[in-house]
Nanobody, 124 residues
């Protein structure tokens, strides 16, 4: 069973930065690709960023390219999402998710394990 716990959300002023963390209780964390998703009120969930299990590839949605960095520390079973130059449109609940080795890590449907989410609110 995979347990994911996000942290690091909060209220941030526009232009500021934050770092989200997702701690995973996975025995074989290094065999999972990890992703960050977000959902704003009244909107569909959006695939924000992902990092492959072997740390060689990353993905970013266009709206955060150049402002976000996803990285992982396999020794700590943790994946991070650092975002800077935050905008009001970044306001959302952010979720981390895990996709097992062998699955397409760029397809949301393959992320079968999810955290509870952490709220990020960007004030203008």
């Amino acid at each position: 069973q995979v347990l994911l716990v996000e942290s690091g959300g909060g209220l941030v002023q526009a232009g500021g930065s934050l770092r989200l963390s997702c701690a995973a209780s996975i025995r074989t964390f290094s065999e999972y690709s990890m992703g960050w998703f977000r959902q704003a009120p009244g909107k569909e969930r959006e695939f924000v960023a992902a990092i492959s299990w072997d740390v060689t590839r990353t993905y970013y949605v266009n709206s955060v390219k150049g402002r976000a960095t996803i990285f992982r520390d396999n020794a700590k079973n943790t994946v991070y999402l650092h975002m800077n130059n935050l905008k009001s449109e970044d306001t959302a609940v952010y979720f981390c998710a895990a996709a097992p080795y062998g699955s397409s890590w760029l397809e949301e449907k393959n992320f079968g394990s999810w955290g509870q989410g952490t709220q990020v609110t960007v004030s203008s």
